[in-house]
């Protein structure tokens, strides 16, 4: 069974940074898919990053240029290194796995922005 444990959330003012972490286990199997989607509240959920086989780091254009997306060769660790954090970033952010065909996704750790 795949398990998905994330940590990493909190507060922070405004222009300060956090730094998201999820470890997947249970599988030997390397992801097609790994990064990081956020809700927030009366929203859907959205893309923030993620890494795609075959390539680098994809980002949502409202991220570009300050959350860095990294991760282990094993590829069953990625980082999200979030700097210069605005309002509009917070909101519940989720871990997100695809293996082949079935995608999981973790509990999700709260990121409030607020001075």
């Known amino acids: 069974q795949v398990q998905l444990v994330e940590s990493g959330g909190g507060l922070v003012q405004p222009g300060g940074s956090l730094r998201l972490s999820c470890a997947a286990s249970g599988t030997s199997l390397i992801p097609d898919r790994m990064g990081w989607y956020r809700q927030a509240p009366g929203m859907q959920r959205e893309l923030v990053a993620v890494?795609?086989?075959?390539?680098?780091?994809i980002y949502a254009d409202s991220v570009k240029g300050r959350f860095s997306l990294s991760r282990n060769n094993a590829r069953t660790t990625v980082w999200l290194q979030m700097n210069s954090l605005k309002p509009e970033d917070m909101a519940v952010y989720f871990c997100?796995?695809?293996?082949?065909?079935?995608?999981?996704w973790g509990q999700g750790t709260r990121v409030i922005v607020s001075a």
């Open positions: 997100n796995v695809k293996y082949r065909a079935r995608e999981y």
């Open positions: 890494f795609a086989s075959g390539g680098g780091p």
